[in-house]
């Protein structure tokens, strides 16, 4: 008696004992976060760096290709146009990736959505490595854009995968498995793309055969994994084989407080089949959920940080460093992008998703504002290129301290399990034109706006920022139920507390399952 009054008294001493409780982080999670984002973001964040060694030895072919067709040298226009659309079609394959995405989900689920992706990746791999050999600059063309296309689906299946599998007080790093391996892939894309390594005029295409590769690995894995138990349970209805999935991935015996949760969130919402894009759009009880996600996912691609990757070239010889140099300073910026994400990855579920998205793009402001000061002193002051280097480096860990993962993990987050997999094809849309936009725009602007480029990017984080702070709630350790409840004032929805609902479903939960077992019935009766 006295314990319990304790307990009540001192609320920090019950989530203590609590978090105590919690079960340990099992080899079967972390083997699904591993290597389900070794084959999805790792590929993608590989195709972001890879084209930037072999870029002069591509053009070198498609010259080489277009006089044995046409028996003259391809004109400087057309040899840019050519280029341009090598590098810009891989974000129009991920548009098409992501706007098909929804119904993949829906058919295969979000296991078998990561395994049949991976054809992709390893079609794409034997039309890249063997263009050259084809004289075929088309092969090329067409294997970045089925590799697009392949970044497209995995961009949203496996976040959406890793959400949905990991207990609610460790999901924020589960998540960032996302964010960290797409870093660990643009990383590895630099370290083989050296001039030591793969980065040769008579070896660049196995720059591009690497892509098989960690697609290979995901299908020797992830078949013995299980699927989302959320998905089994609330899209197949299946409790028996959700049951085991938490099983595997909690690695404990006795999963009821899991299965009653979903079933709580099974019962507030209320339509328990997956709704389409539309209908998502036109629902308001998640109006302010959709803009959120909409406005973070669009500042993940306008905050500038693709300016930074697709032009560091060309912005660190404007910073005075030596031709001969610019690979290995590359290389170090690979490696700060990595580090960050990963110490992101280990503070999310202390500091929370909201703080890490604020500083990160309030940090990203700052130094784009020095990086502008830096670059117009550059000329005057001898040592001023370093502080422009760093000032760079500082923008990439900036990025990577939040807004480079956590747009996808709140996606997942924000939306209860029927509006989850159109949320997801908005945000991957949403995500993959602004994408494009910098592409094509940030040269206009440059051009422009001279050093003065950057200033575009510090007003996009500085309203990022402010509209994070006024409406994002703070994510971490909440049910999905009580996400929703967090928008339900805003979205002037109400909605039922999480308290209640889980009382309703433990009160009825026999009759619930003579019901499920007759529905089980008629259903194998059609």
Not at 75 to 83: F, H, P, Q, V
Not at 221 to 234: A, G, K, N
Not at 401 to 409: H, T, W, Y
Not at 507 to 524: A, F, G, H, L, Y
Request: aromatic share 12%.
């Amino acid at each position: 008696m006295d314990k319990q009054e304790d307990m009540k008294a001192d609320p920090k001493s019950s989530n203590s004992q609590k978090n105590s409780g919690k079960q340990p982080i099992t080899g079967c999670l972390l083997s699904a976060a591993f290597f389900g984002a070794l084959g999805s973001s790792f590929l993608y964040g590989y195709n972001l760096s890879v084209v930037n060694a072999p870029a002069l030895y591509i053009k070198a072919f498609y010259n080489k290709t277009w006089i044995e067709r046409y028996g003259e040298p391809i004109s400087a226009e057309t040899a840019t146009i050519l280029w341009s659309v090598t590098v810009s079609i891989f974000s129009i394959g991920g548009l098409f990736g992501a706007l098909s995405v929804s119904i993949i989900l829906k058919v295969l689920g979000r296991k078998r959505t990561l395994l049949v992706n991976n054809s992709f990746a390893v079609i794409a791999a034997l039309l890249l490595s063997f263009g050259e050999m084809s004289r075929s600059f088309e092969m090329l063309i067409i294997g970045r854009l089925i590799m697009g296309v392949d970044s497209g689906i995995a961009l949203s299946a496996l976040p959406m995968y890793l959400g949905e599998i990991s207990p609610r007080h460790i999901r924020g790093f589960i998540g960032q498995f996302n964010s960290i391996l797409i870093c660990l892939g643009v990383f590895t894309g630099q370290v083989l793309g050296l001039p030591e390594l793969l980065g040769q005029e008579s070896r660049w295409k196995y720059l591009f055969s690497f892509l098989a590769l960690p697609a290979l690995l995901q299908l020797c894995v992830l078949p013995f994994l299980p699927e989302s138990p959320r998905f089994l349970l609330m899209e197949r209805r299946d409790e028996a084989a959700a049951e085991r999935a938490f099983q595997r991935f909690l690695g404990k015996t006795d999963v009821s407080q899991e299965l009653e949760e979903v079933h709580a969130e099974a019962r507030a919402q209320d339509n328990l089949h997956t709704v389409s894009v539309l209908q998502l759009l036109r629902s308001p009880a998640v109006r302010w959920q959709l803009i959120t996600i909409i406005i973070t996912m669009a500042c993940y691609q306008l905050c500038g940080l693709n300016a930074i990757w697709y032009y560091t070239n060309g912005i660190l010889r404007e910073a005075g460093f030596a031709e001969n140099l610019l690979p290995y300073i590359t290389l170090s910026t690979g490696a700060i992008e990595t580090l960050a994400a990963i110490i992101s990855g280990l503070v999310v579920e202390r500091i929370g998703r909201k703080p890490l998205l604020i500083f990160g793009f309030t940090s990203m402001a700052v130094f784009f504002s020095l990086l502008t000061v830096f670059l117009n002193f550059q000329d005057i002051v001898s040592w001023m290129p370093y502080l422009s280097y760093i000032c760079i480096l500082a923008v990439i860990a900036s990025f990577c301290s939040g807004p480079g993962g956590i747009p996808f993990v709140l996606t997942g987050e924000l939306f209860e399990q029927s509006y989850r997999s159109a949320a997801f094809m908005i945000a991957g849309t949403v995500n993959w034109l602004a994408n494009f936009a910098v592409g094509l725009l940030f040269p206009i602007i440059q051009e422009k706006l001279q050093s003065f480029a950057f200033l575009v990017f510090v007003v996009v984080c500085i309203l990022g920022s402010i509209y994070l702070y006024i409406i994002l709630p703070e994510t971490k350790n909440k049910t999905f139920m009580e996400i929703s409840q967090s928008f339900a004032k805003i979205n002037k929805i109400p909605i039922s507390s999480p308290g209640q609902e889980m009382e309703l479903v433990l009160s009825i939960k026999p009759d619930m399952n003579r019901k499920d077992q007759d529905v089980t019935k008629m259903e194998s009766s059609f």
